[in-house]
């Protein structure tokens, strides 16, 4: 069995890879844009519960009682 000094593709490749972290860790970083300012909406617990009941209730096939 050769040993791992016997076979310069191997070390070759080790280079290869290092050289290839270095450049990568040595790329700039770009500045990002600001993000935009977040709009909540008027979503309140009661409207959530009621249109969370009413999804339920029309997955179970009652399509009347989800439309209240």
């Keep these: 069995m050769p040993s791992p000094s016997s076979r310069p593709g191997l070390s070759l ?3 290869l890879l290092a050289s290839l972290l270095g450049v990568a860790t040595a790329a700039p970083v770009q500045p990002t844009a ?3 300012a ?3 909406s008027d979503l309140d617990a009661q409207l959530f519960y009621q249109l969370l009941i009413g999804e339920i ?3 179970s ?3 009347g009682t989800a439309y209240r």
């Design 13 to 15: 490749l080790g280079v």
């Design 34 to 36: 600001p993000a935009a």
């Design 38 to 40: 977040v709009e909540n």
């Design 57 to 59: 209730e029309l997955r």
């Design 61 to 63: 096939g009652e399509a």
